[in-house]
């Protein structure tokens, strides 16, 4: 099953913060994080593993509640360039399948 | 450095086509995968391999095929196309799955 994520659309004013939530039925190993701008191809952001171990982007943050089975993606001081679709995943214990949630969708404007 | 190739970039197709995408990577990864996106859906996760002459299927497997007989590449086979089938497919590849995948830059299909 897809991971659920909210909101399905937000729209920020640059240099607002944004919060986007990604949520499992399922136990959670992995939460993976992807950013697509329009027409191109979905781009890495960052994993987040269990124990608390982050891999990638140094200027967005996020969080992975375990027992909740939940990731949020912390976007702050929105710059313009934040804007696109956001997907997060979920992988299986040995990361061979990796399922996205239905995205949401950012605008940053000026 | 070319990562992860897809062809063709568009297509169209009459009902009851059949027709192969192609998807290359040559970064030595052993896992690939198949997605198919969706206004609205996402991205969905068609089949996915993570080796050569293993692969699995995902969310959507109907109407599609694959083999992996190289770790360079993974087609994607549609035996009778139907209008269902029209979106953008995307091939994506990773090594081992806990690192960052590598996304080709799609395929827009097209099934009238």
């Known amino acids: 099953q897809q991971p659920v994520q909210s909101p399905q659309a937000v729209i920020l004013r640059e240099g607002e913060d944004a919060v986007i939530n990604c949520s499992s039925s399922k136990a959670l190993y992995s939460v993976h994080w992807y950013r697509q701008k329009h027409g191109e191809a979905p781009v890495f952001l960052m994993i987040?593993?269990?124990?608390?171990e982050q891999k990638g982007h140094d200027k967005i943050s996020a969080s992975f509640n375990e027992k909740k089975q939940q990731s949020s993606l912390y976007l702050t001081a929105s710059q313009l360039s934040y804007s696109g679709t956001y997907f997060c995943g979920t992988a299986n214990t040995g990361f061979q399948k990796l399922v996205f949630g239905t995205g949401t969708r950012l605008l940053v404007s000026p | 450095n070319a990562g992860v190739t897809q062809t063709p970039k568009f297509q169209v197709l009459k009902t009851g086509q059949s027709m192969t995408l192609q998807c290359a990577q040559d970064?030595?990864?052993?896992?690939m995968s198949w997605y198919r996106q969706d206004p609205g859906m996402g991205l969905r996760l068609i089949h996915y391999s993570v080796g050569a002459g293993i692969t699995d299927q995902g969310e959507v497997p109907n109407g599609y095929n694959v083999s992996r007989s190289t770790t360079e590449d993974f087609p994607l086979r549609l035996l009778s196309a139907a209008p269902s089938q029209t979106s953008v497919y995307f091939c994506a590849s990773t090594n081992q799955g806990d690192t960052e995948a590598f996304f080709g830059q799609g395929t827009r299909l097209t099934v009238v």
């Open positions: 970064m030595n990864h052993e896992y």
């Open positions: 987040l593993l269990k124990g608390g």
